[in-house]
């Protein structure tokens, strides 16, 4: 029997997808504004979206997070993504939810990985997507060369004859203007609200089917407990209904909802019945994940839930078990952590833990270690104090064969950095796909690298290119191993006891390598002080003071000025760490240590480890 589908007209759910730093949040910003959202004069803040302190932060979108704007009487949800490949399982939650898709593209940089990345996610979706060439003000920008390379990348990615006639415009987001033609005169956005109303699809639905509504993402409120964030697929809800929630496992979890709320501009309003096609947040559910499907008792038809890639990247987490445990930390315990952690499990579907022998550590997975920095950084200022390891690449095996994730790497730099940027990738395993020199100064060239290669390289990229390189990637795949580098020739500089770091010690130590402490910073046995400028690991006395006599010295003495140090934020450090050494993490501080904090037992595992690789 054919499905009756039909659409509802009053609503537009749209995603918003692109590369880091290409417009996204500030679009958002000038729709809400010319929507009507905020009264005239009203003081309101930039990047609205962007509501975490990390995000605003390090200017970058983290999580996606839905909000809505209304036009001609339509209502219009707006689906903030992240832009970078780390927050990929955003991307594909987000994804879920919408009916089409808005791809922003920068007029001067053009596509990059990541667009390529959220994009293909968007094409694999099956969604409709329109093209917005954003910041045409730029000095630099090239607005019909860009088109015709959005062009090359949809071929790129078998886009079907009908997402390759796509609509285009052309846009200042900062300024809240989007034309048709370039030499347009407009100051407004009434063309793209126009076009989504006129090109985007209205939600489907079958009138015939039941209630069936997609949990895309997970809230929680001190009021009204955990809340479950999706679209209605079909049918319609009220609130005090009993529904059933059916699991992964097909179980049926019976549930009444105790309000609905739908989103208004930014806030969440409550009403009594949801319609279809609408993204909803229900409250009074407990055992609810993200994939899950509430649909009613009478006939529960679960929905496809939602697919995302499998981890590349794992790090253990422990508790911290330095002499200066506890000190500064609000949460210390396993038990804490391992919450913590499962709980962000239900939050980030692209984040998985795994439960060690010990219940003292976890391993962490993710998509890259940019993710995991962030649970981290934000673990840390909720109070939590823990040990993390380097971040590994996760292999997989077959046919007796290591494979190991592969990034397809692009690199902007000066010509003058061309050597020493291919030397650095050549010897971390990396093949050159491509060489494209513009003739201005500048050229862009494509490696294919393995995972493990870019963790702690992207710093050294920097200093090397002076600040003025840029590099990008995605996952290509899975490939052979490609054998073993070295990861770091500079051994540690490890203190090999407890106390204060005193100036005359530091001072004395300057000439073995860079510090990374400043006087009067206490330290335990183990604890890493410095990098040292050989490869093997030296033990000192950081709190050696001068030994004063009663001879007096020929000249004066000097005060004692120490150099400046190497400062290390939190993704600094995970770089910087070996496979025997761990970060520790606190609310105030970062410490860099050795796993083992026992220099003698350090050096009974060493003599083990060779003895075993002589065998």
Not at 24 to 48: I, N
Not at 73 to 87: L, Q, S
Request: aromatic share 6%; with cysteine; proline share 4%.
């Amino acid at each position: 029997m054919k499905k009756n589908i039909q659409h509802n007209d009053k609503l537009r759910n749209i995603a918003i997808i692109a590369h880091v730093d290409h417009g996204k949040t500030t679009l958002v910003d000038a729709m809400f504004r010319q929507s009507g959202l905020f009264r005239e004069g009203q003081q309101v803040d930039d990047r609205l979206m962007d509501s975490m302190d990390l995000e605003r932060e390090r200017g970058i979108t983290i999580s996606a997070k839905n909000c809505s704007v209304n036009w001609k009487g339509v209502k219009i949800n707006i689906i903030d993504t992240p832009g970078h490949a780390d927050f990929g399982g955003e991307v594909e939650r987000a994804l879920s939810m919408a009916d089409s898709a808005i791809l922003l593209v920068d007029a001067s940089e053009g596509p990059l990985p990541q667009t390529r990345f959220v994009l293909k996610k968007t094409f694999e979706a099956n969604l409709p997507v329109m093209v917005i060439i954003n910041k045409i003000d730029r000095k630099d920008a090239r607005p019909d060369e860009v088109l015709d390379m959005v062009y090359d990348l949809f071929i790129d990615l078998d886009a079907t004859e009908k997402q390759l006639d796509f609509h285009y415009l052309y846009a200042i987001g900062r300024d809240g203007i989007v034309k048709k033609q370039l030499d347009e005169d407009v100051d407004n956005l009434t063309v793209l609200f126009d076009l989504i109303l006129e090109e985007m699809p209205a939600p489907s639905y079958d009138p015939q089917a039941p209630f069936q509504m997609l949990v895309s993402d997970l809230g929680y409120s001190d009021y009204l407990g955990r809340l479950a964030i999706g679209k209605i697929f079909n049918g319609s809800a009220k609130s005090n209904e009993n529904l059933v929630c059916i699991n992964e496992d097909n179980k049926l979890l019976p549930l009444k909802v105790s309000k609905i709320q739908s989103y208004d501009g930014m806030a969440l309003l409550p009403v009594e019945q949801a319609q279809v096609g609408d993204i909803i947040v229900l409250s009074g559910i407990e055992d609810v994940k993200i994939g899950d499907t509430i649909c009613t008792k009478l006939e529960p038809v679960p929905l496809k839930r939602i697919t995302v890639d499998e981890p590349t990247v794992s790090m253990q987490f422990s508790i911290c078990t330095s002499p200066f445990a506890g000190r500064e930390g609000k949460y210390v315990q396993s038990r804490k952590i391992r919450e913590r952690l499962l709980k962000e499990t239900l939050m980030n579907v692209a984040i998985e833990v795994e439960e060690s022998k010990t219940d003292e550590s976890f391993t962490v997975k993710g998509r890259g270690e940019l993710q995991l920095a962030i649970l981290i950084e934000t673990m840390r200022r909720e109070g939590f104090e823990l040990c993390v390891g380097r971040p590994k690449v996760i292999y997989k095996y077959k046919d007796k064969k290591i494979l190991e994730p592969i990034e397809h790497l692009f690199v902007d730099c000066g010509e003058d950095f061309l050597g020493v940027v291919t030397e650095k990738l050549s010897i971390r395993k990396g093949k050159m796909l491509n060489l494209v020199n513009n003739g201005k100064g500048r050229v862009r060239i494509e490696f294919s690298i393995p995972s493990r290669s870019l963790i702690g390289y992207r710093d050294e990229f920097m200093t090397d290119t002076r600040g003025t390189g840029i590099m990008n990637s995605y996952l290509s795949g899975y490939e052979e191993h490609r054998g073993e580098f070295p990861v770091r020739y500079t051994g540690s500089i490890v203190s090999d006891r407890q106390g204060k770091a005193v100036p005359y010690a530091l001072f004395n130590l300057e000439p073995r390598g860079q510090l990374l402490i400043e006087p009067g910073t206490p330290v335990y046995e183990g604890m890493i002080v410095g990098e040292h400028n050989r490869h093997q690991d030296i033990d000192v006395n950081a709190c050696k003071e001068k030994k004063l006599t009663n001879m007096r010295a020929s000249g004066k003495d000097e005060s004692v000025i120490c150099s400046p140090i190497k400062a290390m934020t939190l993704e600094k450090a995970l770089h910087f760490i070996r496979d025997d050494e761990m970060v520790e993490v606190t609310p105030i501080s970062i410490r860099l240590r050795k796993s083992v904090l026992n220099a003698s037992q350090r050096q009974v595992l060493k003599a083990k480890q060779k003895k075993m690789e002589q065998e």
